[in-house]
């Protein structure tokens, strides 16, 4: 995967925040954006030990943050890629034991155990 430097993927993220927040509720965001350096999506996974103010649709703070940047112009993996997300954000336990992970590796586990 090409270097992608941070400003750019905070710019990619905050441009599509300005549309609209990205909180889906129940303490869950899903941040993207579209990059034309990205030749592949990449998404980041953020638990907040702290939840967020981020304006989501049912008011609750966010604590669970999946960032993912896709490649400019492909509507339609971007579509589909934020569809498996959301899909398995949905999954209660699945949050639970996002949030329950006290370290990198524990939550690259748990992502792991869900694949």
Do not use: W
């Amino acid at each position: 995967m090409p270097y992608l430097p941070q400003q750019d993927i905070l710019t990619a993220l905050l441009a599509r925040e300005k549309l609209g927040s990205t909180g889906i509720g129940r303490g869950i965001a899903i941040p993207h954006g579209r990059m034309s350096g990205a030749q592949e999506p990449l998404a980041l996974i953020l638990i907040s030990e702290t939840a967020i103010n981020f304006d989501a649709i049912d008011n609750r703070p966010v604590d669970i943050f999946v960032a993912l940047i896709v490649p400019d112009g492909d509507n339609q993996q971007h579509l589909k890629t934020l569809a498996t997300i959301a899909d398995k954000l949905n999954d209660k336990e699945f949050c639970k034991q996002l949030r329950a992970a006290k370290s990198d590796e524990a939550l690259y586990q748990v992502i792991l155990d869900q694949s």
